[in-house]
């Protein structure tokens, strides 16, 4: 336990490396050779974009693959016309998952991530699409049934409204819970305190 | 829904949880009722929520490994097993052969423990005292296995990032053998209890029938869906740490209803054994650890990798920003997406059943609530 010189009890957690470097945060890069600080990707070309870029032209901004797995990037209003496509013409019928990442420095603060799945083709993509703080996305539940909780969760955690969707409440947090856990201005130890006070009957959760 | 309802009065809401024994944990269904038949079912979640997707975002990646277990508890093996394969990808490292092999053998062990709970506790729910006693007692035979190898036996925190950190232990080879020398007449037994029970069979066949194009709707996967006939497991169909060396059967059921959910589960812990046998037949020898970097630093980028779990697809998408930590890390939880479709499998239904259409869905509260 105490026969080393144990870093400060604290928030970035450094794993136990030999040498006590300072801690590495991503604010100040020193500029040696680093790994490239965007996402590399390489074109995706193949029968299935060309029929996508064809049917939805500049809705499809971008269509690339990273690590084997490829991706459109596309604009909000094609997102949900471009699962329905995908759906009825080219078997993804299987919506495995949607999901947000929260870029609150960028003016559009919130990727959304769909990844589909073709059963008959065995083949994974994802749709991107960048939308502001505040925008409200048509909901993909008229599409796939599944979404309904998925977007709830979207909902619960990042606070993105789902324009039409049929039951838009939170899923995992409380009710009346205020703030959205998942946006990245929320604190790792912060809490509702009224909520707290009001239905635990404590002080604080912590 | 119907608005006048049998008893022409307004329709009764019965709260059934969160501290129901049959709901496996902490979850709360609201049903609808018209006297004994169910018209609608709210499930109410979250009431094990500890932020998982957040405190990955705040720790590194190897600090978080350890968290995954938390989620399914009953199948933490697969849980760290797909976390590591997302990380690994990342970082574009592989995990040697034999470490693969030595995850395959304890995945598919606990796979096998994670469906003796399962069946102990359904057939409980359904009023089967017996099959319990013997799952939990089998179980104990695999979670055994886990603790001489690394020490614990339900969080078990197996594997690590590029490979495993512990080598086997000496016999476990032999242990592995003997298990399942000893577990498939096993399977036999529990067959023999409840199979041709006409009991069994009475509170199961045509209950909560779920068909194919209801399963791909809701996105229902794992042994649910290949209950309603699709011949899908992700070990087949794109497999992962090396499945395609392995030779064994996907089991498929015909209705979709919670009779066949339960023969497609029984045959899947005898292909279970399977696949063990094979990969300690064939354990290979070489390093367990793959070339990963002490401080882990994944390019920026992002990867979704999915396994499949023993509730069905389990994929972690994590994204990273070239720091130690994860900029988002998103786990999609089999149960979370399967619970979903406990509406409609329970409409129709009577209240019975509904303890019935839980069971069969194998859910662990634990990862719906994250």
Request: contains cysteine.
């Amino acid at each position: 336990m105490a026969d080393e010189t144990k870093p400060p009890e604290g928030q970035p957690p450094q794993p136990p490396s030999p040498p006590p470097k300072p801690a590495a945060k991503p604010a100040a890069k020193p500029a040696a050779p680093k790994p490239p600080a965007v996402m590399v990707t390489t074109p995706w070309e193949d029968d299935l974009t060309r029929a996508v870029k064809e049917r939805f032209g500049d809705g499809i901004v971008e269509s690339v693959s990273y690590v084997g797995q490829k991706f459109w990037v596309v604009t909000p209003e094609t997102a949900i016309p471009l699962l329905e496509y995908l759906k009825r013409e080219a078997d993804f019928d299987y919506l495995v998952d949607i999901t947000a990442v929260h870029y609150p420095k960028r003016e559009k603060a919130f990727d959304l991530v769909y990844i589909v799945y073709s059963f008959a083709r065995n083949e994974r993509v994802r749709i991107k699409t960048q939308i502001r703080d505040g925008d409200e996305p048509p909901t993909a539940v008229p599409v796939h049934l599944t979404a309904n909780w998925l977007e709830r969760e979207v909902y619960d955690m990042f606070g993105i409204r789902f324009a039409g969707h049929p039951d838009l409440r939170r899923i995992l947090m409380p009710d009346e819970w205020e703030g959205f856990p998942l946006r990245k201005e929320y604190g790792i130890v912060q809490q509702d305190n009224r909520w707290v006070r009001e239905n635990l009957e404590i002080e604080s959760a912590q | 829904m119907a608005d006048a309802t049998f008893l022409d009065s307004t329709e009764l809401v019965l709260n059934m949880g969160p501290q129901h024994p049959s709901t496996h944990g902490v979850l709360r269904v609201i049903l609808k009722l018209d006297g004994e038949k169910v018209l609608g079912a709210d499930c109410v979640i979250g009431y094990l929520h500890r932020g998982v997707e957040k405190i990955g975002e705040n720790r590194t990646y190897q600090m978080f490994a350890p968290y995954v277990d938390r989620m399914d508890y009953v199948a933490s093996v697969s849980n760290g097993l797909g976390y590591c394969l997302a990380v690994e990808k990342l970082l574009n490292v592989e995990a040697p052969p034999r470490a693969q092999a030595v995850r395959v053998i304890l995945t598919e062990l606990n796979r096998i423990a994670s469906h003796l709970l399962w069946l102990g506790t359904h057939a409980l729910d359904i009023g089967a005292m017996t099959p319990v006693f013997y799952c939990l007692r089998e179980r104990e035979y695999a979670l055994n296995i886990f603790e001489k190898y690394c020490g614990a036996r339900l969080t078990t925190h197996a594997f690590r990032i590029g490979g495993l950190q512990y080598e086997t232990y000496d016999g476990f080879e032999e242990d592995c053998r003997a298990f399942c020398d000893m577990f498939l007449p096993r399977v036999d037994e529990y067959e023999e209890l409840l199979t041709g029970n006409r009991i069994w069979i009475d509170r199961l066949r045509n209950v909560g029938i779920l068909n194919i194009e209801d399963c791909k709707a809701f996105g229902v996967t794992g042994p649910v869906l290949r209950a309603a006939g699709a011949k899908w497991d992700l070990r087949k169909a794109q497999p992962y740490s090396g499945y395609e060396q392995y030779d064994f059967e996907i089991p498929i059921g015909e209705n979709g209803d919670t009779y066949d959910r339960y023969l497609v589960r029984m045959e899947e812990m005898r292909q279970a054994c399977r696949i063990i046998r094979q990969a300690v037949d064939k354990l290979p020898s070489g390093p367990i650890m793959g070339k990963v970097p002490k401080v882990m630093k994944p390019p920026v980028g992002e990867a979704y990798v999915s396994i499949e779990a023993p509730k069905g697809e389990l994929g972690y998408f994590i994204v990273s920003d070239g720091s130690t930590q994860p900029y988002r890390l998103r786990v999609r939880p089999p149960s979370f997406v399967n619970l979903q479709a406990l509406d409609r499998m329970c409409r129709g239904g009577l209240v019975a059943d509904v303890v019935a259409i839980i069971g069969t869905l194998d859910i662990v509260l634990g990862e719906i609530d994250r």
